[in-house]
């Protein structure tokens, strides 16, 4: 399939959404778990955002099927997500009456992180790479990937940090092959994770 690589920060409002549903559909963590509302508002503070390296694959028909993005404060993202206080209230209200069981991940996971300790300086944090499931072994993900580290070389971040399920084993030979080496693993709520570091020369 014909695709083209789009910067997030390029993407339009309904490439946001569409972004957004794939995101659901193939990205299994607590972003997802909040429900899609919380996924969109993620990915637009995403593209407003100047220190944020991502990219977005579109194939020719329009379809967003592939996406890899970071920051060096990713922190910065999800506590917007905060915001406005109002939005965010009525969300919290919908997850407790509709998914309690969520709440209790987010605070078990609040509670119950033993790592990592943020991103260190110089680094830059490969939060989320996804392909669309009709997309997958194709070589989408290594080019999405192949397109973050070049970025974030071209802006000199000194390495690459991110974070994956101990049990992901696509995602983790897929991080070994571009180099990434495993320097932790930690808990975090119901998830063991490996912290993962690529060096740039
Ligand atoms: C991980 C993911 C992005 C890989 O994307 P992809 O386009 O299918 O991967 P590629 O076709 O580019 O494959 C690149 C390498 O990844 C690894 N890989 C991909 N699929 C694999 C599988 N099913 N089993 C084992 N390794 C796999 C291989 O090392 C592969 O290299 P090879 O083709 O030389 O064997 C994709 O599986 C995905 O979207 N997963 C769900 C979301 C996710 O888990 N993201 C990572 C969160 S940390």
Redesign the pocket.
Known sequence: MEYRLIEISQLKADQIQRLALLHDS????LLSDLGLPFVWRYYQIARADPNVVGFCAISSSGEVI?WAMGSPHPDRITSQLRSPLLWFSLQMLRITLTRPIVLWQLISSVFSLSGPEGVKEGAIE?T??????H???????????SAFIEESRARQYRSVL????RE????I??Y??EGFQVIATFSEGRYQRHRMELTLA
């Open positions: 193939v990205m299994h963590t592939g490969l989320y790479i996804g392909v669309a499931k997309q997958k072994g194709r070589g989408l993900g290594k080019t999405l990937l991110l974070s994956v399920e992901n084993l696509a995602a030979s897929l070994e092959k």
